[in-house]
């Protein structure tokens, strides 16, 4: 993949004395395959078993010479040294060591898609590295309590010096937002500026490749749409689908019957129907901006919580449950982050010019699986679904012989 790998940024900061400094350093690729890793795997053991001449040592592994002398507070600089900022900046390069962690396990999951036929084995592995993304950002939503503990009035002793840097320019978060599927025109604006606005020009490059490089959304759209068992030459889902739930409809329609209120209420709730039905009114509302996945590959989403139960659907299952849950978990660390701006900065404006408002407002819009979020709407008790041919309850077992 290799149009869409998207490189580190870790090490942006660091130039040669030759280089300019406008100068775009070029990076290693942030997920090498395996054969760029080094043959001797370990740096004590060689790839035959034998010792090197070298022992490795803990510390000098971790680089902590270099790590634990990274935290430089202004107010130490400027002869004042305030306590809380050494806390400051080290939860936030905590946070950034996490965003490069998603960002590796994203890259691999990326890699891992971008097959036209994405081995059953393959499945296991995006779906562990899915979780693992979740867990981490559960972590760092968790970090925020952590971060709380200092307050405004202790934000307040150093927050002047920091200007005009601001967490709004941390590129490694525009990169996960890209590659997890945010598009830019849904992006909200600054004061008019773009997103990339406040960022240095080789990070601006970054980001912009980013943007045009396939993403989570647009490989696990191409996934779902090549699931073959929707229609078969005995088996139509759509169809038998569409049955089943007009059937529902009038059954509550007639169980509504006296009760006009609730009858209007639930007759305005079955209109997100229509799109189910009707291909051409779901590619409108493609077009629209109201729905973003493409008609085929909802509907095997549909097909695939419906039937999860089938074997060789679970996985597919689980690999949407678990992106669901990164959305999720997303979405949470940018509502808890919005709250906390508000905590800390009141109704003032953060150092970037974005405030509570505009947080808040992320967090309501920057879904890009909010179409799986929708696939709840159209879910039919497991005594209501139609029943599968045995041919193809065969195809979705697996086999032996």
């Not at 209120?261 to 629209?288: H, P, T, Y």
């Amino acid at each position: 993949m290799s149009e869409g790998r998207i490189t580190d940024v870790s090490a942006m900061g660091r130039r040669s004395q030759e280089e300019q400094p406008g100068e775009i350093v070029n990076l290693p690729e942030m997920v090498p395959s395996s054969s760029e890793l080094p043959p001797e795997g370990c740096p004590v053991m060689s790839g035959d078993g034998a010792k090197t001449s070298e022992v490795l040592y803990y510390w000098e592994y971790l680089h902590l010479d270099d790590l634990l002398n990274s935290q430089t507070p202004k107010s130490a600089e400027r002869g004042n040294a305030v306590h809380d900022e050494v806390f400051f900046i080290a939860v936030h390069q905590t946070t950034e060591l996490w965003f490069k962690q998603i960002l590796f396990e994203l890259e691999s999951v990326l890699a891992l898609m971008d097959q036209e036929r994405i081995p059953e084995r393959d499945l296991g592995v995006i779906l562990s590295r899915l979780q693992r993304i979740n867990v981490v950002q559960r972590l760092l939503v968790d970090q925020l309590d952590v971060l709380e503990t200092m307050t405004p009035l202790d934000f307040l002793d150093f927050r002047s010096m920091l200007l005009p840097a601001s967490g709004f320019q941390s590129v490694q978060f525009r990169l996960i937002e890209n590659r997890f599927g945010l598009l830019e025109k849904d992006r909200l604006r600054i004061e008019g500026h773009s997103y990339s606005a406040t960022l240095r020009e080789d990070h601006v490059d970054l980001v912009t490749r980013s943007e045009n490089a396939p993403s989570l959304f647009d490989y696990v759209e191409q996934w779902l749409a090549r699931t073959p068992f929707l229609r078969t030459k005995d088996f139509n889902f759509i169809a038998v689908y569409h049955d089943v739930a007009e059937a529902k409809h009038a059954a509550t329609r007639s169980a509504l019957d006296g009760h006009p209120d609730q009858l209007a209420a639930f007759e305005n709730g079955i209109r997100k129907f229509d799109a189910i039905f009707d291909k051409a009114v779901w590619d409108q509302d493609v077009k629209q901006g109201s729905r973003r996945l493409t008609y085929e590959a909802f509907m095997a989403a549909l097909f695939i919580n419906l039937y999860r139960d089938e074997p060789i659907l679970h996985m597919p299952y689980l690999i949407l449950t678990a992106i669901v849950d990164v959305d999720e978990t997303l979405t949470m660390w940018r509502q808890r982050h919005a709250l906390m701006a508000h905590r800390m900065l009141g109704r003032l404006t953060g150092t970037a010019g974005s405030g509570y408002d505009y947080l808040d407002e992320t967090a309501k819009r920057y879904t890009p699986f909010r179409d799986l979020f929708d696939v709840a709407t159209y879910l039919l008790p497991r005594t209501s679904l139609p029943r599968l041919p045995d041919t193809l309850v065969g195809d979705l077992d697996f086999r032996t012989s």
